[in-house]
């Protein structure tokens, strides 16, 4: 009877921490998505925040659909440095999004840098577990400057 009781009053707290998610968790969320990707590099990263049935639409490619497929090509450049910053979003019960701007940095042979800019929308997902994951990921680069 007691377990029961416990269970019954610890459910409450559970669902109370969930609505206290607010779009600043998935700002924080990406900022931690970017610096771990920067730390541990791209393969390790998807791993870890993105979901088993993500998809993502990489610019001038067919969508890739899950997470294995995903991995397969989750390398990074030489010499290349991506990072990103969210500029707004929405968060809803168990879905949400980020969307921002983000560069691509890398360094030449003959020691300058090729940048390339552009923009990103980020789909997030509370988990079974109270955890959010990627379940969509797009971004598209912008034209040269003129």
Avoid: C
């Amino acid at each position: 009877m007691k377990f029961i009781l416990l269970i019954a009053l610890l459910m409450p707290l559970s669902l109370r921490a969930q609505e206290k998610d607010t779009l600043e968790t998935l700002f924080a969320l990406d900022h931690e998505f970017v610096q771990y990707r920067l730390e541990n590099g791209t393969y390790k990263a998807f791993a870890k925040y993105l979901a088993e049935d993500a998809v993502t639409l990489p610019p001038g490619e067919a969508p890739k659909i899950g997470l294995e497929a995903i991995l397969r090509d989750a390398g990074d450049k030489p010499n290349t440095t991506v990072t990103w910053e969210p500029s707004a979003g929405d968060i809803s019960d168990n879905m949400g999004y980020t969307w921002g701007l983000f560069s691509i940095n890398t360094q030449n042979n003959d020691a300058t840098v090729s940048k390339q800019h552009g923009k990103y929308a980020t789909v997030w997902k509370r988990q079974i577990n109270g955890s959010w994951k990627i379940v969509v990921d797009s971004f598209s680069l912008n034209p040269p400057p003129e």
